[in-house]
């Protein structure tokens, strides 16, 4: 069974929300957390409020050990994740977040979007080898964990390059030589953002020249996809779900709920490959149900957080913009249009209708599928 990894995304998988479905969803293994960032020359704030937000008792150095316990108890590891132009941008991210006490941080080098490409981040680095180098030298000499002896793990997410798919090629036997736990690689390239063809032949030449565990990133939407992502690249480690999931919260634990097993541990499957095409683990009454629940966390903390409506609704109104498969079309343009809390509850309440309950059904399945990108 495959490793399912919640893809962070600026703005969406905020700590809140991120507390939120472990409660309530489950089924990932580890949620990655948006990147933090070099401002005014330190760690942005912002970011690491962010962090301490989702796990404070783990986001401290007091409590070191508690995240790499949680993990042993098979819950779900909250990992940080950095995003850096130069070694010294990477040494001060990764010095901050390990006097926090965090034991494994996610390096980005995939990030796309023009603001951190331009500034020789994210998908800009893929073109640097040299820098990519200086930074898999200072992961090699990286601190021991104060409780044990083992050091702290680092891993990396990628893209195939920012113009060509030559980059990520150009990079992978540094990446092979540096003691990374593993690689998230999404198959596009960064000027592509999230549209466009995913290069599975890249992808698969990649997938047999790494020699770290390998996870999979990229249009992820359904229980079958992930099943057909196992079946085809048996080596992998686990695949990184963002868009899917914010899309379908249930995904990872549908998925979970195929791994049966006989009295010899064997995981059966193929009664998972039948299932996987038509799984639907819970009724459109009881997603909504935990779809609400888990709104009704990020209402609150934004409501404790923020003042006045505008703010407020700027930080729940996000919450639906994925769901929109989840709900009538009617009440989503609501949703997205109201101006003050009151229009805004209104409409959440009439979400749990008999009618909207009835029109749910038969508009969620025709589409979710439209949220390929991931």
């Known amino acids: 069974m495959l490793k399912i990894l919640f893809a962070p995304l600026q703005g969406y998988t905020t700590g809140i929300y991120r507390k939120a479905h472990a409660e309530i969803f489950g089924g990932v293994d580890a949620y990655y957390a948006p990147f933090l960032r070099i401002e005014n020359g330190k760690p942005r704030e912002k970011d690491l409020r962010d962090l301490e937000c989702a796990n404070a008792e783990c986001a401290n150095a007091k409590c070191a050990g508690i995240a790499e316990e949680n993990a042993h108890e098979g819950n779900a590891r909250e990992i940080p994740q950095i995003i850096a132009n130069s070694v010294d941008e990477f040494k001060i991210l990764a010095d901050a977040l390990i006097a926090k006490g965090y034991t494994e941080i996610d390096f980005n080098m995939g990030c796309p979007f023009p603001m951190q490409v331009n500034r020789h981040r994210g998908a800009g680095l893929l073109s640097d080898a040299q820098t990519v180098q200086e930074i898999m030298d200072v992961i090699r000499t990286a601190p021991a964990i104060v409780k044990g002896t083992a050091p702290v793990k680092f891993s ?21 030589e540096a003691p990374l736990s593993q690689i998230t690689l999404h198959p596009r390239l960064g000027k592509q953002q999230y549209k466009g063809a995913i290069d599975f032949n890249s992808f698969e030449k990649f997938y047999a020249e790494c020699r770290h565990p390998l996870v999979y990133n990229g249009g992820i939407t359904t229980v079958s996809q992930i099943c057909e992502v196992e079946r085809k690249y048996p080596k992998l480690t686990g695949v990184m779900i963002g868009r899917g999931m914010l899309a379908h919260p249930s995904l990872a634990a549908e998925y979970k709920a195929l791994s049966s097993k006989d009295e010899t541990g064997s995981v059966q499957s193929s009664n998972r490959d039948i299932n996987c095409a038509t799984l639907n683990c819970a009724t459109p009454q009881d997603f909504l149900g935990k779809i609400l629940q888990m709104h009704q966390a990020i209402f609150d903390n934004a409501c404790k957080t923020f003042q006045g409506d505008s703010q407020i609704l ?43 309950l009835k029109t749910v059904i038969l508009e969620r399945s025709d589409r979710i599928h439209n949220f390929s990108n991931d």
Do not use: C
């Not at 990396?156 to 092979?176: H, T, Y």
């Not at 009440?331 to 509850?345: C, V």
């Open 156 to 176: 990396v997410k990628m893209r195939l390059g920012q113009e060509s798919p030559d980059e990520a090629f150009a990079l992978l036997p540094i990446l092979n």
């Open 314 to 356: 700027s930080h729940v109104q996000s919450f639906w913009e994925y769901l929109e498969p989840s709900v009538p079309k009617k009440i989503f343009k609501k949703i997205k249009k109201a101006g003050k809390l009151s229009e805004y509850q209104a409409a959440i309440i009439e979400i749990t209708s008999p009618s909207s």
